[in-house]
């Protein structure tokens, strides 16, 4: 899911395999630092509350 996310946004994530590897801890790491929060190249609470505003806004904007 968060692969997913991080390219749906445009993050190099490489393959959408499921696992955490360099490239999706360098995209969660870009995301964390684009949107001011702690860069931990790992998924914490405060990146997935902010991952969940992004997927929450873009389901409200595809409302007709």
């Given at each position: 899911?968060?692969?997913k996310f991080l390219k749906l946004y445009g993050y190099n994530v490489g393959n959408v395999d499921g696992k955490l590897g360099g490239n999706t801890r360098s995209a969660i790491a870009a995301?964390?630092?684009e949107n001011d929060?702690?860069?931990s190249r790992f998924v914490d609470y405060s990146t997935w509350q902010r991952m969940h505003v992004?997927?929450?806004a873009v389901s409200?904007?595809?409302k007709p």
């Open positions: 899911e968060v692969q995301f964390q630092r929060l702690k860069v992004f997927e929450a409200i904007s595809k």
